[in-house]
């Protein structure tokens, strides 16, 4: 893996949370939206328990607790940094950023994570209000089927809907790797994020080649920037 730490540390740089900025269009979602939103989820759980599909940061930084947890492949679904623009997080206002959801097509193999079945709602608050912050989300939790080594499972993920503002689409490989290779906002860059990413998919057996190549790309950009070899 050519992308590494000393890459990240040459990125690094305070940035002050801006704060919470609407998009035309959207509204922020209140304490409503997300009491509705978890109780529907709840509701429509399989019997068998309720699993997380994670694809990308909830890989290495799960916003809730699990008592077990699978590789898994879902098929018709691929991740794809089509989720934008990040101008907070891992972004900023002249450097904006992407972020991983599953964009249909193809398949994604990732991690599926059992909820301990008598903590539904408290977990399901903290991830929800973790991944949703505006009205409509551009994202929404939807239900998908995974096959794991043991079985086939029912799992809730977030998925990308086409017709959000938020999609992004039709970028080069060089285009993309431009953004993740300089967009950083006060959680940190989004090459951070790719590393993360990568290095925890790699440790799980899982070789996505999209980000692999990514990795590699944004390395190499960060490399030329900083006059480094």
Known sequence: MRLSERHIAMLAREIADPGFSLLPGFRAATDADYDAIVGDIIAAAPNDGLWVFAYGSLIWNPAFDFI???VAVAHGWHRSFCLGWD?????NPEQPGLMLALD???QCRGVVYRLPPGALKPNMDKLIRREM???PTAFPPRWINATTAGGPVRALTFAMNRNSGRYI???SADALADILATACGFRGSMAEYLFSTVAHLEELGIHDRHLWQMQELV???????HGIS
Do not use: P
């Not at 101008?87 to 972004?91: A, Y």
């Not at 390395?219 to 920037?225: G, N, S, Y």
């Open 68 to 70: 077990d947890s699978n």
């Open 87 to 91: 101008r907070r997080f891992r972004g």
């Open 104 to 106: 249909r097509g193809g």
């Open 133 to 135: 912050s505006m009205v």
């Open 169 to 171: 689409n039709g970028l």
């Open 219 to 225: 390395a190499r950009r960060i490399e030329e920037t």
